[in-house]
Every structure is written in C-alpha cells, then in structure tokens.
C-alpha cells in the first residue's frame, strides 16, 4: 500500500527556515514525479515545487530562489527546503507523488504558520 506523509511544518518567525519531509511508504520509485503543493486559508491548492525521477525540477515564481526541492531515493524521502519565509508562505502543504501507474497520489499535510 502507498501513502505518503509529511511531517517538519510548525511555526516560524518571518525570514526563517523550515524543512518539510515526506516519506513515501511502499518505495519512492514508484512514482515519475513528486511534488510539494500548498493551500493558503481560502486560495485553491498550488504547486510550489515539484521534482521527477530524473532529477529535473520546477519552482512556482513566488518560491524560486528561496524554497529547494530534492529527493533521497534510498531514503523513500523528498524535501523542501524553505528559506526566508514570508507570511504568505503560511497554508498547509501538502505532498503528491505521480504513480507510474497513473495514478496520484496524496499526503495529509502539514501545516506551516509564518509570522510576521
């Protein structure tokens, strides 16, 4: 069985740091693609970040030179680092692997709160 969990979010000071985990039970190879999305209190979920199993990476603007995306293959793990948070970087994130299957699937989020 897949499931993916996040776990790192929390509350932090503005300009502060965060590091967001999601391990992926049942392997990490079984997906072409993870991605970490966010949902702000009110907005539509939102791609932040996302990482294919070759390595190639996206940033939505509002992240890019801030937020870095990696994965751990032997680990099952992927990461987003976030540097310099800003208040609107607060919403719950959530983390999506793109099964090879064709299927998607989804974490239950952890929530980041950043204060300014």
């Known amino acids: 069985q897949v499931q993916l969990v996040e776990s790192g979010g929390g509350l932090v000071q503005a300009g502060g740091s965060l590091r967001l985990s999601c391990v992926a039970s049942g392997g990490i190879f079984r997906f072409d693609a993870m991605g970490w999305y966010r949902q702000a209190p009110g907005k539509e979920r939102e791609l932040v970040a996302s990482i294919t199993s070759g390595g190639f990476v996206y940033y939505a603007n509002s992240v890019k030179g801030r937020f870095t995306i990696s994965r751990d293959n032997a680990k099952d793990t992927v990461y987003l680092q976030m540097n310099s948070l800003v208040a609107e970087d607060t919403g719950d994130y959530y983390c999506?692997?793109?099964?090879?299957?064709?299927?998607?699937?989804w974490g239950k989020g952890t929530l980041v709160t950043v204060s300014s």
């Open positions: 999506k692997g793109s099964g090879r299957n064709g299927v998607d699937y």
